[in-house]
């Protein structure tokens, strides 16, 4: 399975972003699908989880500002940011967790997707 993220940029304070990852390769079923960020000098932190059904999580701090969706067609995952902040400045990575026909589960990672935001 592999990933691949897109929608990553340079934007200033107040603005948007959305995210793209799609999910290719032997895929026999999707489970969750979510978005973590890692930014300089911090650990990697989840930001938003969906369900193969549609249901979010998020962390605290984004909740009112990021929105999480997907298209299980598609095998692609969302996420679309409002009013970023500088210190929303990350390499934001999606993650799939899928499992074959014996109900083995895995989670693959994207390479990442910058997003600067500026003051």
């Known amino acids: 399975v592999q990933l691949q993220a897109s929608g990553g940029g340079s934007v200033q304070a107040g603005g948007s972003l959305r995210l793209s990852c799609v999910a290719s390769?032997?895929?026999?079923?999707?489970?969750?699908m979510g978005w973590y960020r890692q930014a300089p000098g911090k650990e990697r932190e989840l930001l938003a989880s969906?369900?193969?059904?549609?249901?979010?999580n998020y962390k605290d701090s984004v909740k009112d500002r990021f929105t999480i969706s997907r298209d299980n067609a598609k095998n692609t995952v969302h996420l679309q940011m409002n009013s970023l902040k500088p210190e929303d400045t990350a390499v934001y990575y999606c993650?799939?967790?899928?499992?074959?026909?014996?109900?083995?589960?895995?989670?693959?990672w994207g390479k990442g997707t910058l997003v600067t935001v500026s003051s």
């Open positions: 969906i369900s193969s059904s549609g249901r979010a």
């Open positions: 993650i799939v967790n899928s499992y074959d026909p014996q109900g083995h589960g895995m989670d693959y």
């Open positions: 390769g032997n895929i026999f079923s999707i489970n969750d």
